[in-house]
């Protein structure tokens, strides 16, 4: 029908896309009275939304817009149906387990939406954080849906499958295999599989690739040495160190008999970790400028 609204809005589903949707299909052909329906948090002006507005309004394409739109609510609904599905057997799950308090959300991460998230995203936080003894939707690259995932995939008794971080992460996929044979490396790759928790790591490392994290700075540094690729799997290595810990930690883990607790997820800041990678330079550069008969002055 020449109607461009996917030019006007990033998103034809969200807020603006699905109001201006169900006034054509009710009827409404004027495109200013349309492009009314604009969101206010839109970024594009009214007079730009009712450009891409005017088109033939042929019968046939209306038919077929109306139902593609029915189709959307019924997967919709079913979608809903699910979401309470899953909250009610997470309230079966361990349900003489205390979840405590849920810790706050960052200020960076308030503003982050997903297509994805469940509906009910608060009340799933509050489950998995009674789960697992800890939050894993704050770790930076996660949300409630990878929290989600890792824990049906991994479980909480972590500390008791893998003994120690090499074995978690080679588990997922995301550590190398070497292959040596008369002390020479032959190969030196990650192994491919099709480990859905070694696939949420995964994308937890593409979605901080320009973020203001550590990760992200880690996933910055790398790409420039090893290429994007392979920094994907390094970054989602490093965050899946940080997930072990956190569930090995956890309260309820078997392992806290020595004395151990739950640690939440606490980042520092990219300056921080700037300077901290700089300090591990220096001490490395030293140690190898000693190891050759040389000796390290400041300029």
């Known amino acids: 029908m020449n109607v461009q609204l996917s030019q006007a809005l990033s998103d034809v589903t969200g807020e603006t896309g699905r109001a201006i949707i169900r006034a054509i299909v009710s009827g409404e052909r004027n495109p200013q009275l349309l492009a009314a329906f604009r969101d206010p948090n839109c970024k594009k002006s009214e007079g730009e ?22 189709l959307y609510d019924f997967y919709t609904r079913q ?16 349900p003489d387990w205390e979840a405590g308090e849920l810790p706050p959300i960052p200020q960076k991460k308030r503003n982050s939406h997903s297509k994805n998230a469940p509906e009910n995203a608060r009340e799933i936080r509050q489950h998995l954080k009674r789960i697992n003894g800890v939050d894993l939707s704050l770790v930076d690259g996660f949300g409630v849906s990878l929290a989600q995932t890792v824990t049906m995939e991994v479980g909480t008794d972590v500390g008791d499958k893998f003994p120690t971080e090499k074995n978690f992460c080679s588990w997922l996929g995301l550590a190398p295999k070497h292959e040596i044979s008369g002390g020479t490396v032959l190969k030196n790759k990650t192994l491919k599989t099709k480990n859905r928790a070694g696939q949420a790591f995964r994308m937890a490392a593409h979605s ?28 989602a290595h490093a965050i899946a160190r940080v997930v072990y810990r956190m569930l090995t930690l956890a309260p309820h883990c078997v392992r806290c008999s020595a004395g151990e607790y739950q640690v939440e997820y606490e980042t520092i800041s990219v300056n921080e970790y700037e300077k901290k990678y700089e300090e591990q330079q220096v001490k490395y550069m030293k140690k190898k400028a000693a190891k050759l008969g040389f000796q390290l002055v400041p300029a």
């Not at 599905?85 to 799950?93: F, N, P, Q, S, V």
Request: aromatic letters at 8%; one cysteine or more.
């Open 79 to 94: 979608i809903e149906v699910c979401d309470a599905e899953i909250d009610r057997m997470y309230a079966l799950t361990r």
């Open 208 to 235: 901080v690739k320009k973020a203001d994290c550590v990760f992200g700075a880690l996933y910055r540094r790398l790409r420039s040495r090893q290429g994007p690729a392979q920094a994907t799997v390094s970054t």
């Open 49 to 70: 939304i009712g450009k891409a507005l005017t088109g033939t309004w042929r019968a046939e394409h209306l038919f077929v817009l109306k139902q593609s739109l029915e």
